[in-house]
């Protein structure tokens, strides 16, 4: 926090006042961490960040995205957004 003198309106008096700024990105949740995804589609976050399509689910805001709506969901400040990864086995 950083301290400003202001002078107060002509008795030669200064005040010290307490200032503080807060600067807020276009933040959201993927996987349990905070991410700077807002305002991408998730087609875009997912190839951004190198995840197959083919084996995956992805869910906003507790509702699963269907693939076929990844291209136009956009992905928002505030959401919560979980990709699952199918793993076979046997």
Aim: hydrophobic letters at 40%; proline letters at 1%.
């Amino acid at each position: 926090m950083q301290k400003y003198k202001r002078k107060t309106s002509g008795d030669g008096l200064w005040i010290l006042m307490d200032c503080c700024f807060f600067i807020f990105g276009n933040m959201l949740t993927i996987n349990g961490q905070s991410v700077d995804a807002a305002g991408k589609t998730v087609a875009e976050y997912l190839a951004e960040a190198g995840y197959n399509t083919v084996r995956i689910a992805v869910e906003r805001n507790e509702e699963i995205v269907p693939k076929a709506k990844y291209a136009e969901t956009v992905l928002a400040d505030g959401d919560v957004v979980e990709v699952v990864n199918f793993v076979g086995g046997g």
